[in-house]
């Protein structure tokens, strides 16, 4: 009887040891950024790649072109019948592209919006095709028909995400945050709709790797889910990305430097427990200003870095987003940089993180609350 009392002590304290030694291991796998693996890549990149060779949206949007007798430029009926197109293949998607293309008159952020459905639908799709042979037929095609095709377009998005129930609950958690967002936006100098296509990306893996958790605290309720102890808060950065932006701000030789009125941003209260005010501020369920901000000055790093080295990525979600994932020790300005990082599986879909941002940004989704800048 003895023996069998000191062999199950002698078990059980083997697997508490072992019980240990695998929590120890997951904190210095974070801690020291053995977790911080580079992800997978899209290969679609090239397509990412090869639509920025247009001008930059900035340029377009809402401009007149004075020497077209149509505000929407010499693509006009091109760009109809690839509407078009677009309401054949997905009426309720090209309903939202159409609103945008009518709202700024940019053929540059059509092109990206048709290229992200057309991603979705697969360049042997019927929606390819179409859209190649508008280059040569369009004729008939002009916005009064367009119009008159999507007046009452409806149906499931292409993107399997919108579908989804948790998807509404994003949108209703995210419209809550709009002046923390806005406001961390501002303070950082980005968009918000760039921060925004971030954040939903985060609470869609959270949501498809948490799924139960979700169900019972965040569905009822209609709120974002924060990450757990290994990355903090709604936009589930980690302790070291926060500490390396916090470094960044106050570092005048870092490539990720973003100047001199941005240095205070993150400063801490004299005589704080700094680790304690990090981890609650970015932990706060109920103001999640300090998430956005952290995330906020995160992108703006990364913009400033590849803009230093002669890159825009001003409107190139797909970019940021694979950044924000993959850590700033894997940020290396290219011309042809990989879109990719973590992937999740969506109704038997297979999502990157990088061209997930990427369909938010360019499908129309929330453009009224956080418009195309």
């Known amino acids: 009887m003895k023996k069998i009392f000191r062999y199950g002590l002698k078990t059980a304290a083997i697997l508490i040891l072992a019980a240990f030694s695998i929590l120890i291991a997951g904190f210095l796998a974070v801690r020291l950024g053995w977790t911080n693996v ?5 290969n679609n990149s090239d397509a990412y790649n090869l639509i920025t060779d247009i001008e930059p949206i900035v340029d377009k949007i809402s401009s007149v072109l004075p020497e077209n007798i149509s505000v929407f430029g010499p693509n006009e009926h091109q760009n109809w ?6 309401a054949a293949a997905s009426p309720q998607d090209a309903k939202g592209i159409y609103e945008a293309y009518s709202t700024t008159k940019s053929n540059e952020l059509l092109e990206r919006m048709l290229l992200a459905l057309k991603l979705r639908q697969g360049s042997d799709s019927a929606l390819a095709t179409a859209l190649d042979n508008c280059d040569n037929d369009n004729r008939d095609w002009d916005g009064n028909r367009l119009e008159s095709l999507l007046k009452d377009a409806s149906g499931p998005s292409a993107y399997s995400w919108q579908n989804s129930e948790y998807w509404q609950i994003i949108k209703e958690a995210i419209l809550k945050d709009k002046a923390d967002i806005e406001e961390a936006s501002l303070k ?3 968009q918000p709709r760039l921060l925004v296509s971030v954040a939903i990306v985060e609470q869609l893996r959270l949501y498809y790797t ?14 974002l889910a924060n990450a757990n102890k290994m990355a903090w808060g709604v936009m589930s950065i980690k302790e070291k990305m926060a500490i390396e932006t916090e470094e960044h701000l106050r570092d005048t030789e870092s490539p990720f430097y973003l100047g001199h009125n941005k240095e205070a941003l993150l400063d801490f209260p004299a005589g704080s427990d700094v680790a304690k005010t990090r981890y609650d501020r970015l932990t706060n369920e109920k103001n999640h200003y300090y998430s956005y901000l952290y995330g906020a000055l995160i992108i703006k ?3 400033v870095q590849w803009q230093k080295a002669g890159y825009d990525l001003q409107y190139r979600p797909e970019i940021i987003a694979t950044l924000f994932n993959i850590g700033f020790q894997n940020s290396q300005p290219k011309a042809d940089p990989a879109v990719g990082g973590s992937t999740l599986e969506i109704d038997g879909e297979k999502y990157y993180f990088g061209s997930l941002a990427y369909e938010f940004y360019y499908s129309g989704e929330l453009a009224d609350e956080f418009i195309f800048e």
């Open 188 to 190: 950082a100098g980005i």
């Open 301 to 303: 790093q990364f913009q």
């Open 81 to 86: 019948c690839r509407l078009g197109a677009a």
């Open 210 to 223: 948490q799924r139960e958790f979700y169900e019972k605290f965040f569905k009822p309720l209609k709120i």
């Open 38 to 42: 580079a992800g997978e890549e899209d």
